[in-house]
């Protein structure tokens, strides 16, 4: 009776322990689940918002070529021709630094 007894305790003993260490096994997964899809997402709009910037420079751009005359597809394709090179050229290199600082600043939430 009392083998019989131990087994039970023994039993319920280990169907206890099982229980807790899979409860802690699943809220980690959980835990790295969640961190994971918070990490794509931040990856996601990161990228989202360096596109929109891009984009945003690309706008300037055509808008700077419709301003200083001429369609804007003959202006892109005549680029050599513009008569402010040196302004136009500016504007795009200080977006890419944002840009740059930027991505740099993100890098950390998506590692």
Known sequence: ?????????????????????????????????GAEQLRRERISTYSAFADAVDEYRRARNARWYRRNGGRAFEVTHRMHEARDEAERERRPEADVAALASFTEAAAPGVR
Do not use: Y
């Open 1 to 33: 009776m009392e083998t019989t007894v131990l087994t039970v305790i023994g039993t319920l003993l280990g169907a206890v322990v099982t229980h807790l260490s899979q409860g802690r096994a699943v809220q980690r997964a959980a835990a790295l689940t």
